[in-house]
């Protein structure tokens, strides 16, 4: 049986109900967001490496671009609410964005796993059955922390530790700002255009 219905009771709380269940339309809608944000991820490389030379000074201060490859693990999982979303959204824009020709190859796809993950770590934290502000914040802090000590691991083991310990901050409030609040604003926004009518989401004031 589909999902029940919000009840009156949980819609102001943004509380969960019944979310371990994947219905079909919840395995579309995460795809589609996947495979939008995979050109958008393709795209915004282009534009990372475009602007590589105001950085060239400090490397680190670039990373407050970083956000935007984060979204899908935050506002996914804010739509669907399911465990997994984040991940599943996430990887399948790394995919996409790995087959339009990614700048860092095949590697991304392994980054976009990882950074699902911890974007799933927000949402566990609360069992998921809750799907607020809080909530949206510390995943989307969780998918930053995943991401920055990946890329240092991974691109920048050489750097001295203040550009390391300053890069990983910066990633941090980057996706807190633009995947975290960025992530709410996009769900409310399409709440109310009427498009997440299928979700609990686009029944709640949150």
Not at 7 to 15: E, Q
Request: aromatic share 12%.
């Amino acid at each position: 049986m589909a999902d029940q219905a919000v009840h009156p009771s949980s819609a102001g709380s943004d509380a969960g109900r019944g979310t371990s269940r994947w219905r079909t339309v919840d395995i579309v809608v995460t795809a589609v967001l996947g495979v939008a944000f995979g050109v958008v991820f393709w795209a915004w490389g282009l534009l990372w490496a475009a602007l590589d030379a105001p950085f060239t000074a400090f490397p680190p201060g670039q990373a407050v671009m970083y956000g935007v490859w984060l979204l899908p693990a935050v506002l996914a999982p804010l739509i669907v609410r399911k465990a997994g979303a984040g991940l599943f959204a996430e990887f399948i824009a790394a995919v996409v964005s790995a087959l339009l020709g990614s700048a860092w190859g095949t590697l991304v796809l392994l980054q976009g796993l990882v950074q699902g993950v911890g974007g799933e770590a927000g949402f566990a934290a609360f069992c998921y059955r809750r799907w607020g502000w809080p909530q949206a914040l510390l995943a989307a802090l969780g998918a930053g922390i995943a991401a920055a000590l990946f890329d240092l691991v991974n691109y920048y083991a050489d750097w001295a530790g203040t550009w390391q310990l300053t890069y990983v901050v910066l990633v941090a409030v980057s996706t807190m700002v633009i995947a975290g609040a960025g992530g709410m604003w996009l769900r409310r926004s399409l709440g109310a255009t009427g498009a997440l009518s299928a979700f609990p989401a686009g029944r709640t004031r949150v």
